[in-house]
């Protein structure tokens, strides 16, 4: 374990530069920009403390440690070996972290960079947010102080041209610590324990951009469209901040072009513009698209994105390229509004669009990998979600291009708490209550985050608040700021109800719990966080990971007192001052509804049940209600993945391994489903599609636990896009002894193929909740479901086949392999879970998508479940397991 007490002893890490890297001018033509590609970081504990001295090129800083362009101290740290990310996130290792007194000074970040600055060429710094505020010096001068350079999000354009030199320059950045409370960082509440640096560093990008004399900021994109076949032409209007940086006045030339999806549909864009000497102004270029292509949700169709390029020119003597500017974005229209209940809806493209999302984590350490968010996304569509929710995790440009990209949706917005909720009226957080110095750097960070994402067709919506709304000046900064990036998605005051400015009026999104488990039914009730209205965050609270995940981060006494303390602290739950330290209510109601566990393994498998169990309830429930007379308009998913391994609030856990909380979402949010309704017993028809057509068939058939028929049925019917129904009651659910399954299809009886199968376990009596003692974070029962039965199922046995399949969509490097499940004998196969292993490495195959898991086989049935990974692995073996079925395996070679 390389743990060090303090980081005074480290061991000097070496490297050899590569001279020839950096031997070239980091920008050198007009409209360039480049990224800092990496630094020397070190703690100001073991430097001189002269900022002027070691920002001039020629220290030998080759002891420092070497980091990525955008690393926190800790992500530098992790790099450069001092700390071992599986050793720091085993057990409760990273506790001896916390409060080690090198993270409470600052941290120089330095570079030294070769440019060769030309006459009448404009040089510029531009930074995206440091944590949590910094200087900045270039060549021994300071261009930046942290009065301004403050917020994680405070993203500044300082000018560089006088500083820098032909050869080498450096710039040096002293990074100072954060404390949550006091600054605008990106903090993590009571999601988990905190990185013991408070995410202190450059954790965005800083770039180097060359221009001539006159400049652009990066483009706005503004569009009339509002729904389909309004109108067969869209107008488009680029926006740009000019700025003359000369000492004379300029005539600028603007062209450019905006590509549509099919080259041909290339549009241009034009115009001349006069600039006085030092003058910035804010222009725009008109254009028209015609026939556009539509962005739409992954669900409703497809993800055209368009690309504006232009140019700025200037004529001297000859017409000269003064700077540049790309974007990418897509035709669509979002908006939001109140209904008559005051919740909030969403349209989208005209279409009522209700929310079915989840709450992203970023990494602890703030380490942003591309390929992992493209997975982690990818599982959400998988799952059929439609929607992100970031609270104040706006993470990097590349998170909104993915999105945009995927079709997932994205409301982005402020984090709850700690300083940006400093709010007179918040009693409920510790946050620094603002002062007027604050107001400046909440400017900023609107401004630049606005900006970043303002063309992005993925954007839902910002949430200027999350648990509290700011205050009326907070509110006018936040407002002026979008405004001046010609925002055009709804703007909303908070996530919750507790109040709200006059500016934006209240923001129609609840935030009443639960955040810890409650039984399925509750999501059939009508108060707190049951199926009605925009539920801003909320969840059972279940993510439990599977066994080989919990084995990674786990002793062997952290796994037993996982089921034999149930109410433990525990320290991969949330962070030990937040009500989430011990799964105390969770496992209440496990033991008491699916019995007392007898080891490990059984406790993580009636985990996963009940996992299953919860999300499902939640994602149906809302489902069920999209358009009841008080509408669901929408579910956040408390949360969707964790910032480190955690044990709760996640739909998949931190290694990307899917889990019941992950398959419960994903038979809930089909795109026509049929589900059970545990208070009212009948049986809905959900529709979230807009233009599947067909007749429909509901098969409806109750057992007992050995497999006897209690009650069966068959229904035709149809429904309308977006809409759902209850199509029929289930009776004598009050026949069932002790425990029963009912499984629900729908087929498309056209095209013979079953839409939707979907099996309970029903006891006779529903829990009981107790909805006055509610609190913030969940409602009490009274009294538990008995599924104890479960325990007692006869075995039953699997035959299991498998076949190469094609994906609908061949794609190179993809396989896609078919499971039959065949239940050779008269009881039901309860909960079978479906796993995929390469065979050489040992490890389970991720990200991997599966057409189905944890099902619960009938009597005799067959049932026929599609894997799909990507990758490379040849030789695999295929496990399944359940309840009452004994584990077996088969090998596969991939041809
Ligand atoms: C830089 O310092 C290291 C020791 O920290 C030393 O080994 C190396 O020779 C020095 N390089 C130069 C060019 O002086
Ligand atoms: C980190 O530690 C683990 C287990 O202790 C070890 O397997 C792994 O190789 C280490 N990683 C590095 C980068 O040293
Ligand atoms: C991190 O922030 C918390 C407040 O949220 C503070 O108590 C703690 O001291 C900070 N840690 C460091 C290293 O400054
Ligand atoms: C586009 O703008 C023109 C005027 O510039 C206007 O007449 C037309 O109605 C606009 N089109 C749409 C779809 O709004
Ligand atoms: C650039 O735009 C101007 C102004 O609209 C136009 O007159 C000129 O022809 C354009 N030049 C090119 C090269 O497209
Ligand atoms: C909606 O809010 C307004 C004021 O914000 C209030 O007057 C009205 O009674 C509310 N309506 C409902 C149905 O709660
Ligand atoms: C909670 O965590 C903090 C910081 O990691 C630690 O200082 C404190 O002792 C812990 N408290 C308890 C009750 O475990
Ligand atoms: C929801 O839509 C379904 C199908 O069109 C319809 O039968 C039902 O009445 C609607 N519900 C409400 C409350 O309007
Ligand atoms: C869902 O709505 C579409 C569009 O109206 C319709 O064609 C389809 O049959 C509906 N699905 C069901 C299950 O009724």
């Known amino acids: 374990m390389k743990l ?232 488009v209007t680029l926006k740009t901040d000019l700025v003359n940086h000369s000492p004379r006045a300029i005539r600028v030339e603007i062209n450019g072009t905006i590509t549509g999806p099919i080259k041909a549909d290339t549009s241009i864009v034009s115009g001349f513009f006069e600039l006085n000497a030092g003058e910035t102004k804010t222009v725009s270029m008109k254009s028209t698209i015609r026939n556009p292509q539509i962005w739409w949700p992954a669900t409703w169709g497809e993800q055209p994105m368009y690309v504006a390029h232009v140019d700025a020119m200037i004529r001297e003597s000859q017409l000269v390229l003064s700077d540049s500017s790309v974007r990418k974005f897509g035709i669509r229209h979002v908006s939001s509004y109140l209904n008559q209940h005051n919740d909030t809806a969403f349209v989208v493209n005209g279409e009522p669009f209700q929310v079915l999302g989840a709450g992203y984590g970023p990494d602890i350490f703030l380490r942003f990998d591309e390929d992992r968010v493209s997975n982690i996304f990818q599982y959400m569509i998988d799952m059929g979600l439609n929607t992100v929710r970031l609270e104040g995790k706006q993470e990097h440009p590349e998170l909104f291009a993915l999105a945009d990209q995927m079709g997932l949706m994205v409301l982005a917005g402020w984090e709850c708490c700690d300083k940006w909720e400093g709010w007179e009226y918040n009693n409920d957080a510790d946050g620094v209550k603002w002062g007027e110095s604050d107001y400046p750097i909440a400017r900023a960070a609107m401004l630049h985050e606005a900006e970043m994402m303002q063309a992005h067709p993925s954007l839902l919506g910002f949430l200027v608040g999350s648990d509290y709304w700011p205050n009326d000046r907070a509110t006018d900064v936040y407002l002026d700021a979008s405004q001046e990036m010609d925002w055009q998605s709804p703007v909303i005051a908070s996530a919750s109800k507790r109040g709200y400015p006059e500016a934006l009026g209240p923001s129609g999104m609840k935030m009443n719990g639960p ?251 529903v829990d009981v909740l107790d909805w006055s003692e509610s609190n913030w974070y969940y409602t009490p029962v009274t009294n538990y479901s008995d599924y104890t039965e479960l325990q007692s199922l006869h075995s039953a046995s699997i035959k299991m086949t498998l076949r190469n399949t094609q994906l609908d969509r061949p794609a190179i490097g993809w396989t896609s392999i078919e499971v039959q499940l065949e239940n050779k004998s008269k009881t039901p196969a309860l909960f079978m879970r479906l796993d995929i292993i390469d065979s050489k490495s040992k490890k389970e195959i991720k990200p991997v998508y599966w057409s189905d898991n944890y099902v619960t086989l009938w009597p005799k049935e067959k049932l026929q479940i599609t894997v799909v990974y990507q990758g490379d692995a040849k030789d695999i073996h295929i496990e399944a397991s359940g309840r009452n079925v004994a584990t077996q395996t088969i090998k596969k070679s991939i041809v």
């Open 515 to 765: 955040y810890d488990w409650v039984p399925p039914n509750y999501w059939y009730g009508d108060e707190e966080g049951a199926a009605f209205g925009f539920g801003s965050e909320l969840g059972a609270g279940v993510g439990t990971p599977e066994m080989n995940s919990l084995k990674i981060f786990m002793t062997e006494s952290d796994l037993e007192a996982l089921w034999k303390k149930p109410d433990a602290g525990l320290y991969h739950m949330s962070s030990n001052v937040s009500s989430f330290y011990d799964r105390y209510i969770y496992n209440k109601a496990l033991f008491a509804r699916y019995g007392e566990p007898s080891s490990l393994e059984d406790y993580v498998a009636k985990c996963q049940m009940a996992d299953y169990e919860a999300t499902r309830a939640q994602f149906e429930a809302y489902s069920t209600r999209q358009n009841a007379s008080r509408p669901a308009t929408g579910t956040i998913y408390w949360m969707l993945n964790s910032a480190w391994p955690n044990l709760h609030w996640q739909l998949f856990d931190y290694y990307l391994n899917t889990m019941g909380a992950y398959f419960g979402t994903k038979l809930a949010t089909r795109m026509e489903h049929v589900a059970y309704d545990y208070a009212s017993q009948s049986i809905w028809l959900i529709n979230h599609s807009l233009e599947n057509e067909g007749e429909r068939e509901i098969s409806v058939d109750l057992i007992d636990k050995n497999g006897k028929k209690i009650w069966s049925t068959k229904t035709k019917t149809t429904t309308s896009p977006n809409s759902s129904k209850e199509a029929i009651s289930v009776q004598k659910v009050d026949d069932i002894e002790d425990v029963g399954f009912l499984r629900l299809t729908l087929r498309d009886t056209k095209a013979k193929k079953d839409l939707s199968r979907n099996v309970y376990w029903l006891s006779p009596a």
């Open 4 to 235: 060090p007490k303090s980081l005074g002893v480290l061991s000097v890490v070496l490297f050899t530069t590569n001279l020839k890297a950096y031997a070239e001018s980091l920008v050198s033509s007009p409209g360039e920009s480049s990224i800092i590609p990496g630094w020397r970081m070190q703690s100001v504990t073991q430097i001189k403390d002269d900022m002027s001295e070691i920002s001039q090129p020629g220290i030998n800083v080759s002891s420092w440690y070497e980091v990525t362009p955008r690393s926190t101290v800790m992500a530098g740290l992790l790099d450069n070996d001092v700390y071992n990310e599986t050793d720091l996130f085993y057990s409760d290792n990273m506790e001896k972290l916390a409060g080690q007194s090198i993270f409470k000074a600052p941290w120089i970040y330095r570079k030294v960079f070769t440019m060769n600055p030309s006459n009448d060429q404009y040089y510029t710094l531009r930074t995206h947010g440091i944590t949590s505020k910094a200087d900045i010096y270039v060549n021994g001068v300071q261009i930046a102080s942290s009065e301004q350079q403050q917020g994680s999000y405070g993203g500044h354009k300082y000018d560089l041209t006088g500083h820098i030199e032909s050869g080498s320059n450096c710039i040096l950045i002293r990074a100072y610590p954060t404390n949550y409370l006091r600054d605008f960082a990106m903090g993590f509440v009571d999601w988990n324990p905190y990185p013991a640096d408070n995410g202190t560093g450059v954790w965005r990008d800083v770039e180097v951009i060359q221009t001539g004399a006159v400049s652009m900021s990066p483009l706005r994109v503004i569009t009339d469209f509002e729904k389909p076949d309004s109108s067969s032409l869209v107008n």
